[in-house]
């Protein structure tokens, strides 16, 4: 069998395959976006450089965001340890598991290193993110003694570098593990040993945002409960021993994490993408593979235009001026999208124009997504102003309208979501449909994929928005604590007050990549699967029939509806462990400002200093032992599923696993060869609907939770009473249930949900 | 072809089946069920007489009595008329889908009927069952003035009459529309023709529960906001012109309610195993499709006894004594199960022992769903009392609390449903090993619908326990608004605490059967798409290849998972559409209990008496106008997606289209008559993701619901400060947060799972 043959075979076509124009010049678009991705984080060196050298303000104001620098490093640095050993263990179980066969043994190092890789960068990227936001919260501050558009820029520039940093760093960890592994020479098997890039980046996210999640959240609600609550002085008053506790939660919490969660997303995106591209090898070439990594290039070039075009006047609302910043970057992003996809996919039997829609249809989603966020979240709309109005019935009513306001969110999401995966599936089957021998599964899928780029286009502008978040927060807090005159706090508020549009924004970003990317990723996993079927195969000296794919989940399957139930049902405990977690920090938060306030009669008095650093190192304690018991249930849950279930075929046999043995169907040459598809396949069923338990139960979450503290905000605004009136109270009793709903629970699903898949993806050959 | 090749071909095997012992005698087993449940009507007819000779106790307790009567009797006329125009609707647009193909134009009448007896039956159990529990409540207030046994004893055989009535009405109207079809002469067709009867009695369901449970939490919420809070007079005050209502309330909701629920359950169940059993023909006759109908009838004899032997002192807790009743039910079900297993599922090839296991196995799930229930919702367990040490902190802390604890509780119960299924299918397959010619599916599956049979098997009893509670809790109503002693106040207290227990138990009991019977429905939906299409290719001459069977739901395939995606998205919505209807009608009970008191003075000063009758009306009708939307969702969401995708599969097709459509795959026979599954696949994902997502959801809110309240009631025994302490305010929030959630959203979930089901089943031919 030739060549041509045997590339058939192995992607599983019919007939030799047309279409392919030949002449591979994929080298040179890898070197392209390799040189992008350098030259970002050369800008955003620069701009570390430059928010370094701006004005720091009053020494007040130094000794605060020092304490904030403090604390924040420290938690990382302790967070980095835990999670690097995490880290270790899990590489030296990985490399154990693919050595005991001696089908994964070859590949074993190059997954472990892939892994490793993965899992420093995404350190990385969410250390310098929030290296550069701790560093800029002051700078933002002391702007904003002049003017706002100085503060505006210096933050959403602060911002920038997360963006910047964290999509670089994907381009480039990808690119140089697919050079260094010979992707060029190999390109239809080195993506699959990328897979380890994926799980090690997921990994360190979810500890990372679950770790981050529960710091920030139970510093913020130990510190409201015992200041506001208890004591009776207002927020980030400098006597409450907590307070920079809960301004080092906002960097550890909402930057690094974020930033560790998009990370992963465009690293999932990624790996995922080049998989899926590979099957279509024959069409175009190593191109196909690399289109991903051409496009976080252009999201590069087209991010840092958007960040230095926004500038603002006195008068303007800021969050107008981060629009147009965000219009450019779109409008630049779908200029390179269409470039790129008439540049490199294309051929003669190809249709470019319909593979461009995809990439309109995942932006549309995006703006979709921002849109329906923004319905559900600001006070303008219907869902907050119902909030509102509940809470002048008291605390009952308020929380019951709040929920009632989550669990209705996810359904415009979620058709929004179906219609850019049928229309994505459908232009991408006519986009190859002149092109023979692959079939319509393969090329939808890869329509789904590049909808899925398109969405991620703006990912490092999205990312400045959202780390502007907890830089304006911190500028307003240090502002406030070193006494500055009202007309600064005014500024600062207005800033803040777009943050919380901004990470509210984000997080339904974050939430529509992931859905959209799960299916990408569903689609790799099985893809691998049957990567995995053929070389098995292969080696045993059988033929692998023509056209056989694993396109196969069947929930009528016992075992497989089984492990569904157990994915939706991760979801749900995920959820709880984490919520509990956050109560649990928060108590001995609360126990820690009550002795101080007793040991140190002088700090309510005002004239003696809290000892913040005892605060902060308690809340670090807690968040690092309280992340791993989740974060393991998340790892070793698909693990077990999947090493249980697959000795279970032979009684609970379905259609699928009895095509695959074949018993009925005529596949003598699997036949000959034992292949066993329960573990796979119940692992997949576990994925998916994990993946839509977790997208409904973020969206419920994240929507939720951003609609009470909206409508706490609406009702201080001076509605129903205003400040201090019932309605007031109650307004904040919602909100404080749902901060760990949105900070906490919330974003960890996100991780959760790609964790899951990259997991998988990884560990397949141990479930065949 | 001879009978016995056709047959082969029919139920999709590949060589003639050997197994079964002839002779088929399932006419005797019939008719002897059909005797049991006209004897079981004949008893709570009985029962009912016995009910109504009891004393009725003073006059005043009389007027009060009256008031719950004719307020329960005018909302269910109400609510029936309303139900029975959508019914007919239904109907008539059931006849003229089924008549617009002539492939499904000759049963459509049958169809049509069933339907119509099916909600007919439902309705006529949800009202016989109030008709005794209005009547059982003022005779159990009697009763308690003279002794605890004799209150308790009402009490329960009160509730006797629901549990007899509706699986009697289940069986009678089952068999008898069996017979009547000419079931005993086509077994294997005529089950078929049956699913329009769990079709109309789940709408009937869907309905009076959610019209039942927005009723009783709008009244009760209505009440306490105005009454408690506003007006500062404790619960069940005779002052409060709401205070009907609520009483009203738990009849309504609670007893219609739950009895058309498990009505649904067992009639789902039934036509659900029924189909599968058809499928076994070959090896047990007549007597497997009739097996479920039997079992109904030892149902209704061991809970007639386990009613009759409940027997308690003053001083023991009244739930133990009902307890020793379910026990002995339980023990004499599994004894008639094994009879029934030996008499009816017997062969020479067959192994009745293990599938008698199946039975077993369903009875211990039931048990575990009842154990794990009341660790969730006890007080003397670890997740309550958490709880209600979090209202120490306010009622923020105090909802995050029991939101973890809901999130938590769908974990243990999904293992025990995952181990049921698992355990059940095995079962099954062993049972049969040695019956060639049938697949291994088939037989676990089988499996799986006799443990689902296995688990209903106490159902009567279970459905008088639950009956129970409303009636002593009305008893407790009427006792206090009457002033009678504080000793009669104490033995009420005692049981409406039981009763409590008992609601709780067997929420968690409905939901345990609910989603073991999803998987037993499913099975049915896709042996019932596989006998269409075999009809299908038949009558066009095709061949139908051997084997071929539907038994795929492929999640990988983008329709498949964007149905499965709106299944839960569907569960979401509707849970949001529930709690708001709650919201907006207690709005208008708080509206109109101060127009009263402002125009009626002498309300207060207790001078005059509050005119209940226009509450009780102001209920009615908003809870009817409330209850239509989220039901007409549930009901167009799976017949849109399935009209909708069933034109998708040229483009969208994967695995199963394509080896159904034979573009790959060597099915020549179906290749030459169309056939396409892409619609009645994405309905089976819809209807499998939605089951998933629809019991997670329903476990959170009724064990969250039931967490919160008893978590009040803990901290009221005296706990944490005890009543009118701040912690115990803060119960009261999360008490009145759980109410929509335990008594309207959750268990209307139940109920949307099953006509989920049962309407893929009836709807199914349109689909393909």
Known sequence: MGFAGRLAVLIGAQVPVTGYAGGDDGGIWLWMALIVGVL????????????????????????????????????????????????LLLAVALFVGYSVSARTAPIALKVVISFLVGAICSGIAGYTGMYCSIRANIRTASAARSSLNGALQMALRGGAVTGLVVVALSLIGVGTLFLFFGGLQHPQTVPYQLVGFGFGASLVALFAQLGGGIYTKAADVGADLVGKVEAGIPEDDPRNPAVIADLVGDNVGDCAGRGADIFESTAAENV??????A??????????????????????????????????????????????????????????????????????LVHPGWLFGCGIVGLVTSFLFVWITEYYTESRYEPVRSIAHASLTGPATNIISGLAVGMETPAMPVIAISAALLLSYYFGVQGLHDVVGISDYAKGIYGTALATIGMLSCAAYIL??????????????????????????????????????????????????????????????????RAIVAHKVNLAGGYMPPGWNFTNVNLAQVPVFV????????????????????????????????????????????????????CVHIVTGAALKEMVLPGALVVCLPVAVGLIFRNFSSTYQTASTTYAAGTILPVPAIAGVPVNLAGAESVAGLLMVGTIAGVLMAMLMNNGGGAWDNAKKYVESGQHGGKKSEAHKASVVGDTVGDPFKDTAGPSLHVLIKLLATITLVLAPLFV
Chains 1, 2 share one sequence.
């Open 272 to 277: 995922g993408a080049m998989i899926l591209g």
């Open 279 to 348: 099957a279509l090898y024959p069409v175009f070439g190593v191109k196909g593979i690399l289109f991903p990594l051409v496009m976080l290039a252009v999201n590069l070039i087209a991010s840092l235009v958007g960040v230095f075009v926004v500038r603002t006047t006195e008068t303007e609302d800021p969050m107008h001026a981060m629009n147009r910043g965000f219009y450019v970057t779109s409008g630049l992003a779908l200029i390179g999208f269409a470039a790129a996809v008439y540049g490199m996919l294309n051929g003669p």
């Open 40 to 87: 970002a984080l050369v800008a955003a060196f620069m701009l570390i450089r430059a928010v370094n050298k701006a004005d720091t303000g009053t020494p007040e104001m130094r000794v605060i965001s020092d304490a904030i620098r403090e604390g924040a490093e420290a938690f990382l640095r302790r967070q980095y340890k835990t999670i690097g050993i995490i880290a």
């Open 464 to 529: 400045a928005m959202d780390t502007f978040g907890p830089i304006t927060d911190n500028a307003g807090g240090i502002i406030e604590m070193s006494n500055q005159a009202d007309a600064i706090r005014a500024r600062t508020d207005k800033l803040d007050s777009a943050g919380n549009t901004t990470k509210a924004l984000t997080k339904g970003y974050a939430v529509g990549s992931a859905s959209l990317a799960a299916f990408l990723l569903f689609s790799a996993y099985l893809e691998e699967v």
């Open 563 to 614: 492990g569904a139930m157990l994915g939706a049902m991760l979801v749900f405990l995920f959820s709880s462990m984490a919520i509990k977690a956050v109560g649990r920090s928060a108590q001995k938060v609360v126990q820690d400002v009550r002795d101080q306030f007793r040991e140190n009669p002088g700090i309510m008095a005002g004239t003696s200093k809290p000892d913040y650093g005892r």
